[in-house]
């Protein structure tokens, strides 16, 4: 054990792996409380309650998100964005990298994964801001009520379609970001996931 406590470094910070894990339990807990796949489930049960949980993981998604951007600027060096974000043309060559199994190790997020944590907080914020304005124009609640209590119904259904869209999206960004998770820590030989409740990766 002594050994491989020498060979590994500290890569992610413990903010950013509460953030994470946080981020997808809110994330799941407000997928599935609402939409039309759910409908008979929330027949069966309280769909009040159910609208009162979807709210607040929305809220706390919300919530991490500011965080998140906070913390890419000052937090640590693998959490900030330029230590990840790179340019389109830059990515793009090292996803050809990995599909020819001949992709560089990083220590941090490689562009390809950089692109996709961009991706999905842009996709989030959305998500989110298209939340709040359904939740203010149709209920007259949330922190938008003010400003959308008179939204008429078609401006209140594209809320609607505009936030569905993305938070499947989200859920299909999701699936993407496993499978290339999954890619590159057989490309690499080690476990990006169990990095990420660690914090630590090999040196």
């Given at each position: ?21 946080v ?16 409908e ?36 640590p ?89 993305f ?37």
């Amino acid at each position: 054990m002594a050994g491989t406590s020498h060979s590994e470094v500290v890569v992610w910070d413990p903010l950013v792996r509460l953030f994470h894990w946080v981020l997808v339990a809110a994330f799941c807990a407000a997928y599935f409380t609402q939409g039309e796949p759910f409908e008979a489930i929330q027949d069966r049960l309280d769909g009040a309650w159910l609208q009162t949980v979807h709210v607040w993981a929305g809220y706390a998604v919300a919530g991490l998100l500011l965080f998140r951007l906070l913390w890419g600027f000052w937090g640590p060096r693998h959490a900030r964005f330029s230590d990840f974000v790179r340019r389109p043309d830059v990515t793009l060559r090292y996803v050809k990298e990995v599909l020819l199994l001949r992709a560089p190790r990083h220590l941090g997020h490689n562009p390809a994964g950089g692109a996709m944590i961009v991706i999905l907080l842009l996709s989030l914020t959305v998500t989110v801001a298209a939340g709040l304005a359904l939740y203010g124009a149709d209920k007259g609640l949330g922190p938008l009520a003010g400003w959308l209590a008179d939204t008429g119904d078609a401006t209140i259904h594209t809320f609607e379609e505009v936030h569905e869209f993305f938070a499947n999206f989200t859920l299909l960004l999701v699936g993407g970001h496993l499978v290339g998770v999954i890619w590159e820590s057989l490309l690499h030989r080690e476990n990006l996931a169990l990095a990420m409740f660690t914090g630590r990766k090999r040196a």
